[in-house]
């Protein structure tokens, strides 16, 4: 199946920092990412639908401003948690949907796990 | 997005036993899809589900897409160590729009 990386796999940043997340799609292009935060025991939720050439479009209640999203080509979207604060460390996973037998799925990256001190 | 209500949130089960899952919504989905999620990984795909009625298997697994199109169910079969993990189930409201929605998820715990 296709394959979706995610770099760093972890990071730790001071609060008041800020922090670059990249997705790429390994063997496949991608028009549309998506990105999702996960924060302990708790379920994936979608932050905002990344798209290359255009603006990102954000979930209801997610800042555009504090998270800023690049698709800067058809295998790389980028995720920027500026001016980080402790309540930003979550698990930070993407996803990307690509061809697999006769329907598209989503691929899930391994995620990146931020810890704002 | 849209309300997935999963249950059991959590099982402790034997070596051997059969798991069985389910989530509902109150929502019309047109895919139902079923995910693993290991500690500090990303989700994996099981099995998706794209017809009302469908009943597909991938190994012990097995899941149904519900007839009103609102549910699905995920069975596990004679269970062992390695199926220890986070069930998730998440659907699609339309083909050509790939945001999901997730459950709250299942913890399955395996005692040897």
């Known amino acids: 199946g296709a394959v979706v990386s995610q770099h760093p796999s972890r990071v730790i940043c001071k609060s008041g920092t800020s922090v670059k997340i990249e997705c790429r799609s390994l063997?496949?292009?991608?028009?549309?990412m998506f990105w999702y935060r996960q924060f302990p025991k708790q379920s994936l939720m979608l932050m905002a639908t990344?798209?290359?050439?255009?603006?990102?479009?954000?979930e209801q209640g997610v800042e555009k401003d504090k998270f800023l999203i690049n698709h800067a080509s058809l295998t790389l979207s980028t995720l920027t948690v500026t001016s980080a604060h402790p309540e930003d460390s979550s698990f930070y996973i993407c996803s990307a949907p690509g061809l697999a037998g006769l329907y598209n799925e989503q691929f899930f990256g391994p995620g990146t796990r931020l810890t704002v001190l | 997005g849209q309300q997935l209500n999963q249950s059991p949130q959590s099982m402790f089960i034997q070596e051997g036993e059969d798991v069985s899952m389910n989530c509902t919504s109150s929502s019309i989905f047109n895919t139902w899809l079923w995910y693993k999620q290991d500690p500090g990984e990303g989700p994996v795909l099981l099995i998706a589900?794209?017809?009302?009625?469908e009943l597909t298997s991938n190994g012990r697994l097995t899941a149904q897409f519900g007839i009103t199109r609102k549910d699905s169910f995920l069975n596990i079969s004679a269970s062992i160590p390695s199926d220890v993990g986070i069930y998730f189930c998440a659907g699609q409201l339309r083909s050509n729009d790939y945001k999901l929605s997730f459950g709250a998820g299942t913890t399955v715990t395996v005692r040897a």
């Open positions: 990344s798209n290359e050439g255009s603006k990102a479009t954000y």
């Open positions: 063997d496949f292009q991608a028009t549309t």
């Open positions: 589900l794209y017809k009302a009625g």
